[in-house]
């Protein structure tokens, strides 16, 4: 398992996959790739329930920190480049604002491939009650955690001789498909 030194650091080091999973996706960092890390890597070292509640605790406290950012210091700079943007299709009526915005952060929180910043940042921006935000996104962020946690680390176990043979099948697949894209285009352009 050399080629997988990146993961035995995080092993040996489980507070650094904490705070790596609870402050880079704020910056815009994909946290998908941590939580299948800290899936391969603590399940192996921690357990399983361990491992996810370390993910879980992370994601947590980058819900928190990232609120409060997007709400109170950064509120001016983000809303210049994406509140005004954003702002203009909600209601600008104050009884329904709160609800259009407390609905677009529940399908922000529960569509996937939603960035983790833009799911925090958006209620902060338009100051969505904490509470209620606090309540869609913890439930919702808790269980995507705990079910690519859950699975990385037990595909990881199953696997671990043959994530080898899956890396290079996938690099493949990657390659192939980009050759027939290449050829496709080439195709198009001699026509």
């Not at 509470?131 to 990385?152: C, E, F, M, N, R």
Request: charged share 10%; proline share 5%; with cysteine.
């Amino acid at each position: 398992m050399e080629f997988l030194w990146l993961i035995d650091g995080f092993d040996r080091y489980p507070w650094l996959l904490f705070f790596a999973i609870a402050l880079l996706p704020g910056l815009g960092v994909p946290n998908c790739p941590l939580l299948i890390i800290c899936g391969t890597s603590m399940t192996a070292a921690l357990g399983h329930w361990q491992a996810i509640g370390l993910a879980v605790a992370a994601v947590i406290v980058n819900i928190l920190w990232t609120w409060w950012v997007a709400a109170f210091p950064l509120r001016q700079f983000l809303c210049q480049r994406v509140g005004n943007r954003v702002g203009k299709y909600l209601k600008h009526t104050d009884q329904h604002q709160e609800r259009n915005i407390l609905t677009i952060t529940f399908l922000l929180h529960v569509t996937p491939g939603v960035p983790l910043f833009v799911q925090n940042y958006f209620p902060g921006i338009h100051r969505l009650n904490y509470w209620k935000y606090l309540a869609i996104a913890i439930p919702v962020q808790s269980l995507y955690t705990a079910l690519i946690v859950g699975s990385s680390g037990q595909i990881f176990l199953a696997l671990k001789s043959s994530l080898l043979l899956v890396l290079i099948a996938a690099l493949a697949a990657g390659a192939v498909a980009l050759h027939r894209r290449h050829n496709k285009s080439t195709a198009l352009i001699t026509r």
